[in-house]
């Protein structure tokens, strides 16, 4: 960003001399290297992320004019527009303040967010996408987990079935992730004042870097049946209210009559029948349940 930043204003630093964040910490390095003076390099390293992130906010509205001017070059291979981009590095920047002040994050699938974090670097640079791909430590610590989380089943809440008729055509979950799902093994599906009698199983998640029809295409022709499989549900959800050029987390999971789908022993959905202020199921986007109590369980109330 400071690379596309300065060909827009030629100066080393600040590029825009009304800019107080970056005058703040020169003067900071000034007073503490004393008689040396601060180099851009060492001003850029000082800058923190929220700063960074702040160039891709809605406000100031010039930051449109900005982003469209030069910072869409600082990532080349993103074919989206700059709130996409500021959703992937808000999500960067949530897990990054999160492990730097050693907060909770069982939350947060490692495996997911590994895979957003590879997007986000990949839009910058193919190649540093892949170097940070073969020397992640992430996925080793991730699969040495002692004990698997007890709440093992995510209940997606939706305004109407659009998730679920999206399971149904294609066997698969298509989310948004600004909806950040934990690490579970099952899905459920509410809406309607009711969840789903079904659950399928996770197999597999994929983050894709680009979504638009002729990605679709392209993974649609490939040999590679995970990426041919990948390509037909872009596909279908491109067509059904996920348009080109967001960001989305695709979870394959298995079909309807799978015998790996777990279903209510009544074969019914869970019911919720409560009613009145406060009362709603589901907030959030989602919540968590041990798929034994699902499986058991005709109504909400009943839900450990």
Known sequence: MIQELSKLHPLAYPWHTDNKTVS?????????????????????????????????????????????????????????????????????????????HHDSLLRFDPHVELKKILKLARWIDPNAGSWLAEIES???VAKTRPVAPNL??????????????????????????????GPVKYLGFYHDRRIQPCFPRIERIEVPTIWNLREAQRLKSSENQEEKALGKIMQFGLNNGFPAGGNYEVYVVTGKNSEDTLRTTSGEPVHHHKKGRGSGFVKGGLRYFPISSLIHSTDTSELA
């Open 24 to 100: 703040a910490v020169a003067s900071k390095l000034s007073r503490k290297l004393g008689d040396a003076t601060a180099t851009e390099n060492d001003v850029i390293s000082h800058l923190n992320l929220g700063f960074w992130k702040k160039f891709l906010q809605d406000k100031p509205v010039a930051n449109e004019e900005l982003w469209r001017t030069c910072l869409k070059d600082a990532f080349p291979h993103a074919i989206v527009d700059r709130k996409t981009v500021l959703y992937a590095v808000e999500d960067l920047f949530e897990i990054r303040n999160r492990c730097a």
């Open 138 to 140: 992430v996925s080793v």
């Open 152 to 181: 093992d089943t995510a209940v997606l809440g939706d305004s109407d079935d659009r998730t679920f008729r999206v399971y149904e055509r294609t066997g698969a979950v298509i989310n948004q992730t600004g909806r950040k799902i």
